[in-house]
């Protein structure tokens, strides 16, 4: 009967070694910092003392740390370079270049789009200041719904900034 007390007293004893810190490095300041997280990006690997996953338990020294930086870099990439193969994924190679390919097709796309709505803007504005400059009586339909005669000042506006997406949007026109 006294067994059973004594086992749960053990495994209530051994359970704070369970939950113990996975990652142990040495900061900007030389101070140790313990952790169940990976240490930031701007750690350098040989200043990293223990690991998630290491079967060591006990820390490197400083010393030791400094003179074993390849040692800590597979096992924090997660990949060992023995088991990598050697050369090119050709699977990896294929779905890049089909992955460019595709970024490339889709940019040409955009890009005749673009194009194409500026040859329509271009012929559009060239309409526009055609009938402005013609002289004629125009009016406009302003904010409230009601129509505005466009008078000299406001021809002129209209003129200069048709002029501007004229010499914007018809470069292409006139190569």
């Known amino acids: 009967m006294k067994a059973v007390p004594l ?28 952790s169940d997280q990976p240490p930031p990006a ?3 690997p040989d200043r990293i003392l223990k690991q998630q ?6 820390p490197a020294p400083a010393t030791q740390a400094a003179a074993a930086p390849v040692a800590a870099a597979p096992a ?19 779905r890049r270049s089909k992955a460019q390919s595709e970024e490339a097709e889709k940019q040409k796309a955009e890009e005749a789009r ?10 559009r504005a060239r309409s526009a ?14 904010d409230k719904g009601e129509r505005e005669v466009i008078d000299d000042t406001r ?3 209209e003129l200069r900034r048709l002029g501007e997406v004229i010499a914007q949007d018809c470069r292409a026109d006139r190569q």
Request: hydrophobic fraction near 50%; charge should be positive; glycine fraction near 8%.
């Open 7 to 34: 086992a749960l007293l053990s495994l209530v004893c051994l359970a704070p070694l369970a939950a113990s810190a996975e990652w142990q490095w040495l900061d900007k300041d030389g101070h140790r910092v313990f």
């Open 42 to 44: 701007d750690i350098a």
């Open 53 to 58: 996953g290491a079967r060591n338990a006990a």
């Open 76 to 94: 924090r990439s997660g990949v060992d370079p023995a088991l990598k193969p050697a050369g090119k994924d050709k699977v990896l190679e294929e």
């Open 114 to 123: 673009v194009a194409a709505l500026r040859v329509e803007n271009c012929s």
């Open 129 to 142: 200041k055609a009938g402005i400059e013609s002289g004629q009586r125009m009016a406009i339909v302003n």
């Open 155 to 157: 021809r002129a506006i």
